[in-house]
């Protein structure tokens, strides 16, 4: 058996005897640990974050499944080309508001930079994007600086 010295339910410091009160003992002394050390770790803030985050992601998934869907099967080359520059301004705004308030708006110099490479981003994105007349089809892969001329899928000619 183990002798250890802990405070009895007087307050006096007694020796306990038994394994049984050595470890009754020590589970209220962590416990007292934990309850005292508490208010140290709790910030109001993190629940408030961890739910905004779980918002984003669930946003986010819902717009990558939903324009994979769109634009993935969606023959009608037309439609997609009305659509696709303002999905794409949406989905920027949307990702540079939620990291304007994931950064809890008290960091606006971040936004010096985040603004301009969400807007070249985007740009790059209409820019690079293109949309075939014959077959429908959603082309992304195109070197940045020279406009593809024929759907390597149909072999027709782009606008």
């Given at each position: 058996?183990?002798t250890?010295q ?14 049984h009160?050595?470890?009754?003992h020590?589970a209220?002394i962590?416990?007292?640990?934990l309850v005292s050390?508490r208010?140290?770790?709790?910030n ?13 992601m669930?946003?986010?998934?819902c ?5 994979f ?6 023959r009608n080359?037309?439609?997609k ?8 301004l949406?989905v ?6 939620f990291?304007?308030?994931m950064?809890?708006?008290?960091q606006?110099q971040v ?8 807007i070249?981003i985007?740009f790059?994105?209409?820019?690079m994007?293109r949309?075939c007349?014959?077959?429908?089809r959603?082309l992304?892969?195109q070197?940045i600086?020279?406009?593809i001329?024929?759907c390597p ?6 606008k």
């Amino acid at each position: 058996m183990t002798t250890i010295q802990c405070k009895s339910v007087n307050g006096s410091i007694s020796k306990c005897r038994t394994r049984h009160r050595a470890r009754l003992h020590a589970a209220q002394i962590i416990n007292n640990i934990l309850v005292s050390i508490r208010p140290l770790r709790y910030n109001r803030n993190v629940p408030e974050k961890l739910q905004l985050h779980t918002f984003f992601m669930i946003v986010w998934v819902c717009l990558g499944l939903g324009s994979f869907l769109f634009f993935h099967f969606n023959r009608n080359a037309v439609l997609k080309r009305q659509v696709w520059p303002a999905f794409i301004l949406t989905v920027g705004s949307i990702f540079g508001g939620f990291m304007y308030y994931m950064l809890d708006r008290q960091q606006p110099q971040v936004l010096y930079f985040m603004v301009p490479a969400i807007i070249l981003i985007s740009f790059l994105n209409i820019r690079m994007t293109r949309f075939c007349d014959s077959c429908g089809r959603t082309l992304y892969r195109q070197p940045i600086f020279s406009r593809i001329q024929f759907c390597p899928h149909c072999g027709a000619e782009l606008k």
